[in-house]
């Protein structure tokens, strides 16, 4: 079955634009998390949707925002990009419910460059 | 969650068993260890995860000492395709946080010809 799919797979901005990136799931599961993982703090976790809800977050500021839709595809969001948030940014798909629940499939990322 | 010392590096000779130590001291009754790897510009991959008995899947082994302090991620014979960062992560499983990992600065272990 097809894994995590993430779009777009690089891009460049400038400082103080906007950015959306899309995470469609592994067909099945509810959950979807992001990461941004960079050279100096490694991965670190964003946030998490299940059910169109976001029910985890991490330690970001309010510039960073997502959400999901009805059929578990996921949207990020940065405003007002800063030179910091150059970075690559990780998707992962869960199935959300019992079981082994630290599973997580994630996709390939998007790199994101902010000149 | 309870944190992890993992040693920055490791080398290991192609075909040589590889083992990745894991130092999780304060670890709780209720929280499993997982371990992931990142192969070079690729998203993290699960690879076993466990409790307090041995694990061993197609991937690995997992061996958990009795006091769950600490654990050891054992590739049976590496090739040079697990050249990765391995990451040791210790969670609480449960369905209110199933997308939700804290990753520390993992092992990078280079497999060598």
């Known amino acids: 079955k097809a894994g995590v799919t993430q779009t777009p797979r690089y891009l460049i901005k400038t400082r103080g634009q906007q950015v959306t990136l899309s995470c469609s799931p592994i067909s099945g599961h509810r959950s979807v998390s992001w990461y941004q993982q960079t050279p100096g703090q490694g991965l670190q976790f964003l946030f998490e949707y299940f059910s169109e809800t976001q029910r985890n977050k991490g330690n970001f500021p309010g510039r960073f925002s997502g959400r999901q839709f009805s059929n578990s595809r996921s949207e990020m969001n940065v405003s007002t990009l800063e030179l910091g948030d150059s970075a690559l940014y990780l998707c992962a798909s869960s199935l959300g419910g019992t079981g082994r629940t630290g599973e997580l499939f994630f996709g390939e990322g998007s790199r994101l460059t902010v000149l | 969650d309870a944190k992890t010392t993992q040693p920055p590096s490791m080398d290991c000779a192609e075909g040589r068993a590889a083992n990745l130590p894991c130092n999780h001291s304060?670890?709780?009754?209720?929280?499993?260890v997982y371990w992931y790897r990142q192969i070079h510009s690729q998203g993290p991959q699960y690879i076993i995860h466990g409790l307090k008995n041995n694990e061993t899947n197609e991937m690995a082994s997992l061996i958990i000492t009795e006091d769950r302090k600490s654990s050891t991620l054992i590739l049976p014979h590496a090739t040079l395709r697990d050249t990765a960062v391995y990451y040791c992560?210790?969670?609480?499983?449960?369905?209110?946080?199933?997308?939700?990992?804290?990753f520390g600065q993992g092992t990078t272990l280079q497999v060598k010809p």
């Open positions: 992560i210790v969670r609480v499983d449960g369905s209110s946080n199933t997308g939700k990992l804290i």
């Open positions: 304060t670890i709780s009754g209720n929280e499993y």
